[in-house]
């Protein structure tokens, strides 16, 4: 066993938990991560929670309230997800107040299906915020381009969100520009600044994933250099953008005013390839102000065989840019993997949704009352 976990923390990576279910919750094993573990904030999506319901028996007396009520499916899914970031929320709360709202953060996401739906993306994040009644909760937007107006109208309304489903630079670019205009906004409207945070979460591994397989097809040795890092290359050009655009005179003038920094959050940090590291996507993305969400599977990894040596990022930003031109000469186009991602990302979460709709919507007919 390693201290791995400490020095990452103690290098500005805040380390969140990708993961949440009831059994968690109850069993006490959320609060044993945050003790052992050095974990400060939890994040959530459609998939984490369809996987949580459909396993074990954690949900089944709520599951049995909500049939007797005879309530919808959708609005039993609200309930009972609400509930677990609720709760996670709670035990969390110790770390928010002590990190003054920074960590201690509990994340849940607007209904996928409305990720083209910027009107409705802002009344579901208002919706949810209310629900769950936590000042530590984070209400996960997609950085689509209907969401970038979600994005800045909800930061604008003091609530604080992370930003997901990040896979370009370009598109980081713009995610930056609409929490800066939301804090506009929030100034405008005499908000306390101070008050409202938000993550940028960019994905990693699976730029490798799609990246690596148009490698593989090539089957070139010049091809085959460039395995494995695109993800990396990527996410550190995003830091760079960060460091960019909060040193500006537009940012200070909003730092001044209170306002707290959108901190950059690597997300989809389990590796896909077995080939590589265990914590690859730890490990080289070391920087301060940064959150990395792991997988528990990763978490362990981590602490067991993570090699933390300091800032990874710093320096590396020449190099990261030369890997990814190195691509399109090759024929890879980087526009056209990250356009995918995003839409595969987007039709992922809406599966799950869907999935977990219809897996609510069968427990809820097991437990319905027997008529008569």
Same mark, same amino acid.
Do not use: V
């Given at each position: 066993m390693t201290d791995a976990l400490k020095r990452l923390s103690e290098e500005g990576v805040a380390i969140w938990l990708d993961d949440l279910s009831r059994k968690r919750i109850t069993s006490g094993n959320l609060a044993e991560l945050i003790d052992q573990q050095h974990v400060v904030g939890v994040t959530t999506n459609p998939s984490i929670f369809q996987k949580a319901i459909s396993?074990?028996?954690?949900?089944?007396?709520? %599951?049995?309230?909500?049939?007797? $009520?005879k309530v919808t499916v959708e609005e039993a899914i609200r309930m009972i997800t609400t509930a677990d970031v609720r709760d996670a929320?709670?035990?969390m709360r110790p770390l928010f107040d002590s990190t003054n709202g920074q960590d201690g953060r509990v994340s849940i996401e607007v209904d996928p299906r409305l990720a083209h739906d910027t009107k409705a993306t802002v009344a579901e994040a208002k919706?949810?915020?209310w629900l769950v009644d936590r000042p530590n909760t984070l209400i996960k937007i997609p950085a689509t381009e209907a969401g970038l107006p979600a994005i800045a109208e909800v930061i604008g309304l003091g609530i604080s969100v992370n930003v997901t489903l990040i896979f370009s630079l370009d598109r980081y670019r713009k995610v930056m520009e609409a929490f800066l205009e939301g804090l506009e906004k929030a100034k405008e $409207?005499?908000?306390d600044l101070s008050g409202i945070h938000s993550v940028a979460s960019f994905f990693v591994s699976r730029v490798d994933t799609e990246i690596d397989k148009r490698i593989d097809a090539q089957g070139t040795d010049e091809a085959k250099a460039l395995r494995g890092k695109a993800g990396l290359a990527n996410? $550190?050009?995003?830091y760079q953008a960060y460091e960019e655009v909060f040193s500006s005179d537009r940012w200070q003038a909003l730092e001044k005013a209170g306002a707290n920094k959108q901190r950059p959050l690597w997300a989809s940090t389990g590796v896909k390839d077995p080939a590589y590291k265990k914590t690859l996507y730890v490990d080289e993305l070391v920087a301060p102000n940064t959150v990395n969400t792991m997988p528990e599977a990763t978490l362990f990894a981590t602490e067991e065989s993570g090699e933390i040596r300091g800032n990874t990022i710093a320096g590396t930003y020449e190099q990261a840019r030369a890997d990814l031109d190195a691509l399109e000469k090759i024929g890879i186009s980087y526009d056209e993997v990250v356009d995918l991602l995003e839409k595969e990302g987007v039709e992922k979460f809406e599966a799950s949704w869907n999935d977990l709709l219809?897996?609510?919507?069968?427990?809820?007919? $097991? %437990?319905?009352?027997?008529?008569?």
């Open positions: 396993e074990g028996h954690g949900y089944d007396q709520q %599951l049995s309230d909500l049939a007797f $009520r929320a709670d035990i919706q949810l915020a $409207r005499g908000l996410a $550190r050009l995003a219809s897996s609510t919507q069968a427990e809820l007919e $097991r %437990l319905a009352p027997s008529e008569g």
